[in-house]
């Protein structure tokens, strides 16, 4: 009897310590499977949630959007061409400057543009490794040749400033210059008006604003001479 009573008391204590044990842990509810927390999304662990949407340079795009790419690709190499004349061509340090100013900002844009391209599966290099302009914009823009694009120079143009220096070519860089961002600011509407690609529609708007300015400066160069 003493036996039984002993092994009763033993289990009374063991289960006094474990309803002691689950008091301690400073929590009332009762015992039972744990379910774990939602897991945060994705996009909450990016700096400003930079993951929460499909990445730019993947997400939905349309025709419009690469021949933008294409041409102004093309386009801002011929600018970049002209603004590599300056430094022992130009006369003026504000015209030195100012090519200086635009092959710094379309330098890099070339590098985006390019990797949109990559990313859409819309790469088409010529010989030498430049993209082709393919695609359709709208607006007679279809199956343009890279000679075509609005404000390029022609081989005979950029013969003509390649042989100025001085005074003459600070003048005939901006008479030029003024032509090639008028073009690209007709490019960036057609994209704005014809894109879908989110990233292509805020690099058409940064660019038709920026030329803009610089166009201003430049007629305000020209009007100085």
């Known amino acids: 009897?003493?036996?039984?009573?002993?092994?009763?008391?033993?289990?009374?204590?063991?289960?006094?310590?474990?309803?002691?044990?689950?008091?301690?842990?400073?929590?009332?509810?009762?015992?039972?499977?744990?379910t774990p927390a939602p897991a945060a999304p994705l996009g909450s662990m990016m700096s400003g949630g930079m993951m929460s949407d499909e990445s730019s340079d993947t997400a939905s795009h349309n025709d419009a959007d690469v021949a933008f790419a294409q041409q102004m690709i093309v386009h801002h190499q011929g600018a970049i061409a002209m603004a590599d004349l300056a430094?022992?061509?130009?006369?003026?340090?504000?015209?030195?400057?100012?090519?200086?100013?635009?092959?710094?900002?379309?330098?890099?844009?070339?590098?985006?543009?390019?990797?949109?391209l990559q990313a859409w599966g819309a790469t088409d290099t010529d010989a030498n490794g430049m993209p082709n302009a393919t695609g359709d914009m709208g607006s007679g823009m279809s199956g343009m040749d890279h000679d075509d694009a609005p404000g390029m120079m022609?081989?005979?143009?950029?013969?003509?400033?390649?042989?100025?220096?001085?005074?003459?070519?600070?003048?005939?860089?901006?008479?030029?210059?003024?032509?090639?961002?008028?073009?690209a600011i007709d490019m960036a509407d057609a994209e704005i008006a014809q894109g879908s690609n989110t990233?292509?529609?805020?690099?058409?708007?940064?660019?038709?604003?920026?030329?803009?300015?610089?166009?201003?400066?430049?007629?305000?160069?020209l009007q100085s001479r």
């Open 154 to 183: 022609s081989d005979d143009q950029m013969a003509e400033l390649t042989s100025t220096s001085g005074a003459e070519f600070d003048r005939l860089f901006l008479q030029q210059m003024i032509v090639h961002h008028q073009g």
């Open 87 to 116: 430094p022992t061509r130009a006369d003026s340090q504000q015209v030195k400057d100012l090519a200086a100013q635009i092959k710094a900002a379309q330098a890099p844009e070339i590098e985006q543009m390019t990797g949109w």
């Open 1 to 34: 009897m003493k036996l039984v009573i002993s092994r009763a008391v033993l289990g009374l204590a063991a289960a006094a310590a474990l309803t002691l044990a689950a008091c301690s842990s400073g929590t009332s509810t009762p015992a039972g499977p744990t």
């Open 199 to 221: 990233a292509a529609l805020t690099l058409a708007e940064s660019i038709k604003t920026s030329q803009a300015a610089e166009i201003a400066v430049m007629q305000q160069l």
